[in-house]
T-cell receptor
């Protein structure tokens, strides 16, 4: 079983729709990052959160530590939001098994059609 | 304030050659992380360094790969005797605080192609 599961893997939506991307993880974490990777390959950090909820513009990220689940929401989606969105839990150092540091989901490929 | 810089952006090497990838962190950042993204795969952590110290290299392949972050100058990821399977995008990120305490800012990546 993967340590990080994202859903959906692919999502196509119309401009203006409300988008939700989900992330479940199985490791102990100190924080969780949401990243955006554009078709050209560049990676932008959207959020780092360890509890509750954060909002930047049309983007909202929430995390439930007890349930080991995080969501990324996009309100009033726009074609420029088309990208791969990656959930990256940050392990506690020494939490056992695998590499410390960020572990990554496989990403959600989002396409917003005009 | 310039962002994280990586060079070269594209690197082509023949099998058996050495590849050197450079990463200059953001000003004031003393923590550097290297990640690899193989074609059609997700990102994977490789190594976490502070100035002159390797903090965590548990994601690095045991052979041919090494990393350093000297007191002066950029962080270097070095791959000796490259093989086709090393073809990937290599990203570095930097942060002003220790792992778990701050956002990481990513560079544009170096795309390594081994022919």
């Amino acid at each position: 079983k993967n340590e990080v599961e994202q859903s959906p893997q692919n999502l196509t939506a119309q401009e203006g729709e409300f988008i939700t991307i989900n992330c479940s993880y199985s490791v102990g974490i100190s924080a969780l990052h949401w990243l955006q990777q554009h078709p050209g390959g560049g990676i932008v950090s959207l959020f780092m959160l360890s509890s509750g909820k954060k909002k930047h513009g049309r983007l909202i990220a929430t995390i439930n530590i007890q349930e080991k689940h995080s969501s990324l929401h996009i309100t009033a989606s726009h074609p420029r939001d088309s990208a791969v969105y990656i959930c990256a839990p940050e392990r506690f150092r020494g939490s056992g098994g695998g590499a410390d540091g960020l572990t990554f989901g496989k990403g959600t490929h989002l396409i917003i059609q005009p | 304030n310039a962002g994280v810089m990586q060079n070269p952006r594209h690197l082509v090497r023949r099998r058996g050659q050495e590849a050197r990838l450079r990463c200059s962190p953001m000003k004031g950042h003393s923590h550097v992380y290297w990640y690899r993204q193989l074609p059609e795969e997700g990102l994977k952590f490789m190594v976490y360094l502070q100035k002159e110290n390797i903090i965590d290299e548990s994601g690095m392949p045991k052979e041919r790969f090494s990393a350093e972050f000297p007191k002066e100058g950029p962080s270097i990821l070095r791959i000796q005797q490259v093989v086709r399977g090393d073809s990937a995008a290599y990203f570095c990120a930097s942060s002003p605080q220790a792992q778990g305490a701050g956002e990481q800012y990513f560079g544009p990546g170096t795309r390594l192609t081994v022919t």
